[in-house]
């Protein structure tokens, strides 16, 4: 249908609204800047906390350590999100600025755009696949979550720093001068909106705040009843949620079965448990944090006999290793790594029971890994084999 209008792309000078400007820009971009450096440490954190191989041991104390900069990561990261949109809001009218004709001028602005696709593109894929990790929603079945994240996350943080270094003359200016001063502003950014540029900022740090509120319940008991979005409530037995049950992992007849035995092996030596065997050795009860990547932790008192005392009795030297499996036959971390720290630490328990009560099938029963300042995808359920390396 012809209407008469030419139909042409947007042009810069078609953005008008005077809140389009580096002094809005660079005050939101500061804070995002922050949340990203904090996901950035956290998630550094985090990574190092699952890799199998540690240069300097990850420490076992303060036991709720790893609760507590993975919560942090997780809802620094919700917060960007609120961050991130209205910051590109902001800047979106350069997406259509005309290029400089000289050569070298071209040059470095087709440079400059090519570092600003690097990092917009890398801070979408982050949180969006950070937000589908935590609602533990899996869409893509060719590349390794935990790998790819880490990996974009340095693309990310460094795009971030070629970018700040690039616009840092004219983020000191916007920083050091008012919020309605407009002497960096567009020729065309002249129209007022439906905000001032302080409500406008106001409006942003209150979204971010709410976006933080609504989510921090997984980690923060007290928040539960109103963070709507957070992925975990607390219900499961003993109050700590499920990630998957023994049926998803397909355990619940071995698990069950009056053959369930442990077996702890060292040097060649072997022997085998039955779950009266681990109830009839001095028993331990602490109270200890379990903390999922996806954010959400709770803590609960575990009983059972410390993985030291089960070791000492095929003589296992203390200062090793410990290979640990479960009963489950699939999953990435159904054998995981227990380095000589956690495995001599008193605490780390072989656990029994949840708050005065037999241990729930779902949560590892007949016994599971329980440990310190560990990561909760290495907290192994349904043990089945413990060796000293």
Same mark, same amino acid.
């Given at each position: 249908?012809?209407?008469?209008?030419?139909?042409?792309?947007?042009?810069?000078?078609?953005?008008?609204?005077?809140?389009?400007?580096?002094?809005?820009?660079?005050?939101?971009?500061?804070?995002?800047?922050?949340?990203?450096?904090?996901?950035?440490?956290?998630?550094?954190?985090?990574?190092?906390?699952?890799?199998?191989?540690?240069?300097?041991?990850?420490?076992?104390?303060?036991?709720?350590?790893?609760?507590?900069?993975?919560?942090?990561?997780?809802?620094?990261?919700?917060?960007?999100?609120?961050?991130?949109?209205?910051?590109?809001?902001?800047?979106?009218?350069?997406?259509?600025?005309?290029?400089?004709?000289?050569?070298?001028?071209?040059?470095?602005?087709?440079?400059?755009?090519?570092?600003?696709?690097?990092?917009?593109?890398?801070?979408?894929?982050?949180? +969006?696949?950070?937000?589908?990790?935590?609602?533990?929603?899996?869409?893509?079945?060719?590349?390794?979550?935990?790998?790819?994240?880490?990996?974009?996350?340095?693309?990310?943080?460094?795009?971030?720093?070629?970018?700040?270094?690039?616009?840092?003359?004219?983020?000191?200016?916007?920083?050091?001068?008012?919020?309605?001063?407009?002497?960096?502003? %567009?020729?065309?950014?002249?129209?007022?909106?439906?905000?001032?540029? %302080?409500?406008?900022?106001?409006?942003?740090?209150?979204?971010?705040?709410? +976006?933080?509120?609504?989510?921090?319940?997984?980690?923060?008991?007290?928040?539960?009843?109103?963070?709507?979005?957070?992925?975990?409530? @607390?219900?499961?037995?003993?109050?700590?949620?499920?990630?998957?049950?023994?049926?998803?992992?397909?355990?619940?007849?071995?698990?069950?079965?009056?053959?369930?035995?442990?077996?702890? +092996?060292?040097?060649? *030596?072997?022997?085998?448990?039955? %779950?009266?065997?681990?109830?009839?050795?001095?028993?331990?009860?602490?109270?200890?944090?379990?903390?999922?990547?996806?954010?959400?932790?709770?803590?609960?008192?575990?009983?059972?006999?410390?993985?030291?005392?089960?070791?000492?009795?095929?003589?296992?030297?203390?200062?090793?290793?410990?290979?640990?499996?479960?009963?489950?036959?699939?999953?990435?971390?159904?054998?995981?790594?227990?380095?000589?720290?956690?495995?001599?630490?008193? *605490?780390?328990?072989?656990?029994?029971?949840?708050?005065?009560?037999?241990?729930?099938?779902?949560? @590892?029963?007949?016994?599971?890994?329980?440990?310190?300042?560990?990561?909760?995808?290495?907290?192994?359920?349904?043990?089945?084999?413990?060796?000293?390396?």
């Amino acid at each position: 249908m012809t209407t008469g209008t030419q139909l042409r792309a947007p042009r810069e000078e078609d953005f008008r609204s005077h809140l389009r400007s580096p002094a809005v820009a660079a005050r939101v971009g500061l804070w995002l800047g922050i949340a990203f450096a904090v996901c950035f440490v956290t998630g550094l954190i985090s990574h190092y906390a699952q890799n199998p191989a540690q240069p300097v041991p990850f420490p076992t104390s303060p036991s709720w350590g790893y609760r507590v900069t993975q919560g942090v990561h997780v809802v620094a990261g919700y917060g960007c999100v609120p961050l991130l949109l209205v910051k590109l809001w902001t800047v979106f009218p350069k997406l259509f600025a005309r290029p400089p004709k000289a050569m070298r001028e071209l040059a470095l602005h087709a440079a400059e755009r090519a570092s600003i696709g690097v990092l917009v593109a890398a801070a979408i894929f982050q949180l +969006a696949s950070g937000i589908a990790n935590a609602a533990q929603w899996y869409p893509w079945t060719t590349f390794s979550f935990r790998a790819t994240h880490y990996a974009v996350a340095w693309v990310a943080i460094g795009a971030l720093v070629i970018h700040v270094a690039v616009k840092l003359p004219i983020i000191r200016h916007a920083l050091g001068a008012e919020v309605d001063d407009t002497t960096q502003d %567009r020729p065309a950014a002249t129209e007022p909106g439906v905000l001032t540029r %302080r409500g406008l900022l106001r409006t942003t740090w209150s979204a971010a705040g709410v +976006a933080a509120l609504v989510t921090a319940g997984s980690a923060v008991p007290l928040l539960r009843r109103v963070s709507v979005l957070g992925v975990r409530s @607390g219900d499961g037995p003993g109050g700590i949620p499920i990630n998957k049950s023994a049926s998803a992992a397909a355990v619940t007849a071995s698990a069950t079965a009056a053959s369930y035995r442990l077996a702890v +092996a060292y040097a060649g *030596r072997e022997v085998t448990l039955t %779950r009266a065997d681990l109830e009839a050795l001095p028993q331990q009860t602490v109270t200890l944090p379990i903390a999922c990547v996806e954010g959400w932790s709770a803590s609960g008192e575990w009983t059972g006999p410390t993985v030291r005392d089960v070791m000492r009795l095929i003589d296992a030297p203390a200062g090793r290793d410990l290979r640990v499996e479960s009963l489950q036959q699939r999953g990435a971390f159904r054998a995981t790594t227990l380095s000589s720290g956690f495995a001599d630490d008193e *605490r780390t328990l072989l656990a029994l029971g949840l708050d005065g009560e037999t241990l729930a099938l779902d949560h @590892g029963y007949p016994c599971r890994l329980i440990a310190p300042n560990r990561p909760g995808v290495l907290q192994t359920k349904w043990v089945a084999r413990m060796e000293a390396l």
